[in-house]
């Protein structure tokens, strides 16, 4: 895990970022974020190192911004919401992220977690996230590239949570031999462009039990072929 603003200086943003973040994490407070694991976890992530260059001057507004790849860096509140979901339970100890693309999820989530997977099948953006992670010091974040025939990480599981950060149009049951007894999944399910709804599988033995939450909109999952 890193320090509270390590790279303070990075790309000349200075304590702008800092005031910037701490806008956010009002925002986020204001919009029903209680947890205060999350708000902290997120108040000490740089997301203008996610970005690009060009979007460095909206990388602390609430809205997802474009990564190259047809790819978006997710909305805070929903990095916030979702992170809140996988801390419901208690703190997982083996969790893995699918699709990392910018890397602002998995940072932030190892801020809170001793070992963090991720896998991502865009190979410019996976080799980006991992330059970012050395960079700021996250040492506790395994980056893998997606294997074309597998979603993913069977090899290295099975995890307390899966965390899918694409929209998949039905629920990728691919993934429950991945989930640990008592594990879950957290992934966006439906049709993109609208009735995307936030989806908990919870896994009891051989029984998964589904609960749908909120709407929310999110790119394609790119899921594997054979």
Not at 123 to 131: E, F, G, I, S, T
Request: charged share 25%.
């Amino acid at each position: 895990m890193i320090e509270a603003d390590k790279h303070p200086h990075v790309r000349g943003f200075g304590m702008a970022s800092a005031r910037s973040r701490a806008r956010l994490i009002s925002r986020l407070e204001q919009l029903g974020i209680g947890d205060e694991r999350v708000l902290e976890a997120m108040n000490r992530v740089p997301r203008h190192m996610f970005v690009d260059e060009a979007m460095t001057s909206r990388a602390y507004d609430d809205t997802a911004l474009p990564i190259g790849y047809g790819q978006t860096i997710s909305q805070p509140y929903i990095v916030a919401q979702m992170t809140s979901l996988l801390l419901a339970d208690g703190v997982p100890d083996h969790v893995l992220e699918i699709g990392t693309g910018s890397g602002y999820q998995a940072a932030v989530l190892a801020e809170l977690i001793d070992t963090v997977y991720t896998v991502e099948r865009i190979k410019p953006l996976y080799d980006q996230a991992r330059r970012r992670f050395a960079e700021l010091g996250y040492r506790n974040i395994r980056s893998r590239e997606a294997r074309d025939d597998v979603l993913g990480l069977p090899s290295y599981g099975p995890f307390d949570v899966i965390l899918v950060t694409a929209g998949a149009e039905t629920l990728p049951t691919s993934l429950y031999e991945q989930m640990a007894e008592q594990g879950r999944m957290i992934v966006p399910v439906g049709a993109t462009g609208g009735g995307q709804r936030l989806v908990v599988v919870r896994r009891q033995g051989q029984a998964f039990q589904r609960e749908d939450l909120d709407p929310v909109s999110f790119v394609p999952l790119i899921e594997g072929h054979d």
